[in-house]
């Protein structure tokens, strides 16, 4: 197991003490994911810290490669040690405290966002510094 150093995200970035029960948030099941990845070779959805996130902003970009992105959701990657447990600022994958607070910023901000015109918060943008690339939140894995 990775040892996660001063330098990395801490728990106190998790974005799971952010409110989930927001009738607003599109829901989303674990089939709806793997139906969707399966699907659409140009697509990619991944789960983190409870949310689902189109990833394909990270797939040219993301410093642990194609590979280590496409593993996100596997049980055993995230901290929880369950698929889609994945996390930035908790477990052997945290990453590094920049990417962990801008992650929680943006969830607070697609939380408190607007509504579409379905009636559910719209998708929001979250850019990583440097060139970590970007996701989109979509909404909540609901387990």
């Known amino acids: 197991m990775a040892v996660v150093s001063s330098d990395h995200s801490t728990p106190g970035m998790s974005c ?3 409110s989930s029960a927001n009738e607003l948030i599109r829901i989303f099941t674990p089939s709806d994911i793997e139906k969707y990845n399966k699907a659409y070779s140009e ?4 789960v983190i810290e409870g ?3 189109d990833a394909m902003g990270m797939v040219n970009s993301h410093p642990g490669g ?4 496409m593993q996100t959701n596997l049980k055993g990657v995230g901290y929880t040690g369950k698929d889609f447990g ?3 600022s908790k477990g052997r994958n945290a990453h590094f405290p920049g990417t962990g607070k801008r992650w929680k910023q943006k969830v607070k901000e697609f939380l408190t966002g607007e509504k579409g015109e379905d009636g559910k918060l719209k998708s929001l943008q979250c850019v990583f510094d440097g060139e970590g690339g970007s ?3 979509l909404g909540k894995l609901q387990v």
């Open 43 to 46: 697509g990619f959805y991944a």
């Open 16 to 18: 799971e003490d952010l």
């Open 51 to 53: 949310f689902v996130v």
């Open 66 to 69: 194609l590979k280590k992105l």
């Open 135 to 137: 996701v989109i939140i």
């Open 86 to 88: 994945f996390s930035f």
